[in-house]
Structure formats: C-alpha cells, structure tokens
C-alpha cells in the first residue's frame, strides 16, 4: 500500500456525493481526511507496538480505519447528498396453512445506490440469499421446514413451498448496498403456520329436554389442530357468562403433537333460558383468523302436564232399559249430583204419582 493508494481510498468517499459537484471539493475532502486517519493509526499502531518508521504497517493502519469509517460513519454524513438505502417495507403473514404457500416480500428504494445482496434468514439463520452479480443470482441453504420455490423468488420476494409447522419463527429480510458504503437495512416480521381441525367442534353431554331447576352439564371438544383451537359458548345468541365455563383443557396427541381443546358449560336451568319453549346451546371454534367454525343444539323445555278432570257418569247395564230404571227407581232415592238431576226426579216422581192415581180411579169404577 503507498500514499497513492491511500489516498485513492479516500477519495472512493465521494461515491455519496453528487456527481455534478467540482472535482476540487473532493480532492479537499481527501486532503482534510487523510492527515487526520494518518495521526490516528500512527496512535494506534504505537499503542501494538509498532514503530513509526515501519511506515508500510502504519498505512495499512490507515487503510483498515478508513474503511471502518467509510462503512459506519461516512454513510452517515454523506447521506444528505440523496444516496440512502431505504427498506420501505416487509411483509410477513402471520398466519399460513398447512401443506400451502407463503409469500415473503422485502421492498427497499436504493435511492441510487447498488445493490449488493439481499438475504432471508428465520431465526438467525440464513436461508436465502440474492446477489445480482452472481452467475446464478440466488444461493440456497438448507433449513429444516423451509422449502424455497426458486421459481418465484427473486430480489424482493420469497416463496416457500407446503410450509410445515417447522416453519414458523421469525424471519428477518436484510438489504446490502454495494461498496464503498455497504449500506445496511433490516426489518423482520413472525409467521405462525397453523394445522387447521379436520372436524367442527361437538357438543356431548346434553339431553333433549330440561326443566326449570335442572342442571346443564355439557362439553364442547374441538378437532385436532396446531394452535389449540379457541372455544366459546352461547346462550340463545348470547355469550355465556364465564361464571359458568369450566376449562379450557388442552390435550397433546405425541404422536403427531396436534392439540385438542375441550370446554364445559355448567348451569341451572332457569326461566330465562327459554325462548318460546326453546333452549338454544352453541359452541364456537376459532383460530386466529383462519378458522371459524360452530355447532348449536336446540333443546326444548319440559311443558307441565295438566291435572285430570274427574268425571262421574252412569254406568246403564245393556240389560235394562231407560223405563225399567224409573220404575225401579220408584221415590228418587238415588243420591242427586246436581239441582238438574233433583228437578228431573221430582218430575218423575209427580208422573208417577198421577199415573198411580189414574189407575185406581180406573178399577174403582
């Protein structure tokens, strides 16, 4: 490295400033930078142990702290001279289904600087990396649950195929700009792959019929999915007062590490409970914004039976006839139910009583 070479470093530092500025303000920036970095590696190299007049170390000194001040600290004064990469956004979905794909974008603005590389990587780890100057541009390594469809990735988007639950974490897209700056920006964004229920929720434990006072003991069990599945009950259309849930209980298959979720509801039955003579239980499913599914059961309630209307009738034997029951009857001595039964024997009894007269008078003469 000679004092040549040196300055020709400093002066790559005019890469951020415009290039419609004279050619004499960059050679003095060059000027005032260069006795400054000399004196300070002279300092730092005396401080290893290195003597001055081991003139070539001290350059190279020089050298190492230039481009650690070109890398951190001139990107920062230069960058009003309208070269600044900008990460404009990331997109990350926060939540994917199984066995489908996911789309993950990294949009950035190099505002007239080049691009150098952009990488991906999920949890610390790089899996994903785009260097357009490259021959091919993009460098794969390998991450267990990330599959990546080079197909329809490029410098601002990555897809990855038939995502597992491997596949959650946190990925992080990272954006380079090329020398001398090396630019750096960063963003990252979670993703949660879900492994949705193969049924809807069932509610076991009820019957067809309550009544007032009788106690619901009822459970709502969710299908086998990753997350948990959130459950809720309804009352007739309205939420169930917590007071009365019992759970939620989680339950872990080991085999395929699903996860089954179960929730009671636990009241007594009361008249308000009932809408014309119904009662209306519902369960609800839900993940996240990716499921959402219910059951609901109608029950009636028991109707009070009404008390039995004694009756008392006459019983007439086929054997007699209505006549024969007057004559036998003779005096109405049969008890009388009602005043219509009474006014009916005294009529009896005065017919009687005139036809008996008639007869006599009859056999007198």
């Known amino acids: 490295m000679t004092m040549h070479g040196l300055t020709s470093q400093i002066e790559s530092c005019s890469f951020w400033l415009d290039s419609t500025l004279p050619v004499y303000r960059i050679h003095l920036i060059a000027l005032i930078l260069l006795p400054v970095i000399f004196l300070f590696a002279s300092l730092k190299a005396k401080l290893r142990g290195i003597r001055f007049e081991n003139f070539e170390a001290v350059l190279k000194e020089s050298e190492a702290i230039l481009k650690d001040l070109t890398k951190i600290g001139l990107q920062h004064v230069f960058k009003d001279c309208g070269y600044a990469l900008r990460l404009l956004e990331v997109r990350i979905p926060m939540h994917t ?18 691009l150098y590389s952009v990488k991906w990587y999920k949890d610390g780890n790089e899996f994903y990396r785009f260097v357009p100057r490259d021959i091919p541009p993009v460098q794969l390594f390998p991450l267990p649950g990330v599959t990546v469809d080079t197909d329809n990735s490029n410098a601002t988007q990555v897809t990855l195929q038939s995502v597992d639950l491997l596949a959650s974490g946190k990925y992080r897209c990272e954006v380079s700009g090329e020398a001398p700056s090396f630019q750096t920006v960063s963003d990252h964004g979670d993703m949660l ?9 069932r509610i076991s434990g009820g019957r067809p019929r309550y009544q007032i006072g009788d106690m619901v003991r009822i459970n709502c069990t969710a299908g086998k999915s990753k ?3 959130q459950l809720m009950w ?4 309205e939420q169930a007062d917590p007071k009365l ?22 009241f007594e039955v009361r008249h308000q409970h009932f809408k014309k003579g119904d009662m209306k239980l519902k369960c609800l499913a839900t993940i996240a914004t990716v499921y959402w599914r219910s059951n609901e059961e109608s029950v009636e309630g028991e109707k009070p039976q009404k008390a039995p209307v004694l009756e008392s009738r006459e019983t007439v034997p086929p054997s007699e006839s209505r006549a024969d029951r007057v ?13 219509f039964l009474l006014v009916t024997c005294f009529l009896l009894d005065l017919v009687s009583s005139r036809l008996t007269s008639i007869s006599l008078d009859m056999t007198t003469r």
């Open 97 to 114: 289904i199984r066995n489908q794909s996911a789309r993950l974008e990294c949009h950035f603005d190099l505002e007239g600087e080049a």
């Open 193 to 201: 792959v879900v492994a949705l229920p193969t049924e809807g929720p």
């Open 227 to 229: 997350p948990a599945a």
């Open 234 to 237: 309804f009352i007739n259309g």
């Open 245 to 266: 849930i019992r759970g939620p209980y989680v339950i872990e298959d080991p085999r395929d590490e699903l996860e089954t979720a179960i929730l009671g509801l636990e």
């Open 327 to 339: 004559q036998a009857s003779g005096p109405c001595l049969s008890p009388a139910p009602s005043i």
